[in-house]
């Protein structure tokens, strides 16, 4: 079956920076575009960044564009979130998704920029 494992997140101060990865499996990963997600607290889930199945388009969110970077490594079935100068309103739990017939989520990560 498809799982997907969040790691990364942890508590940071503004500027700082965290890298998300997600490891996934149960699927032909490389065939696949992947997506991150985040759910602010009190808000409903909002993308982040998605990337396709190559790698080789990716857009983003407003909020992130110029400061985070979404990758993936299809020999390791992996896909990365470079989170750079990191906001409190970046605050969230942040969701690695598989874009199959259906979305698949993972977990959550939590992810806090605070002072």
């Known amino acids: 079956q498809v799982r997907l494992v969040e790691s990364g997140g942890g508590s940071v101060q503004p500027g700082g920076t965290l890298l998300l990865s997600c490891a996934a499996s149960?699927?032909?990963?490389?065939?696949?575009?992947m997506s991150w997600y985040r759910q602010i607290p009190g808000k409903e889930r909002e993308p982040v960044a998605s990337i396709t199945s190559t790698g080789g388009n990716a857009n983003y969110a407003d909020s992130v564009k110029g400061r985070f970077t979404i990758s993936r490594d299809n020999s390791k079935n992996e896909v990365y979130l470079q989170m750079n100068d990191l906001k409190p309103e970046d605050t969230a739990v942040y969701y690695c998704?598989?874009?199959?017939?259906?979305?698949?989520w993972g977990q959550g990560t939590q992810v806090t920029v605070s002072q």
């Open positions: 998704v598989a874009r199959l017939s259906e979305n698949y």
């Open positions: 149960g699927f032909t990963f490389r065939r696949n575009a």
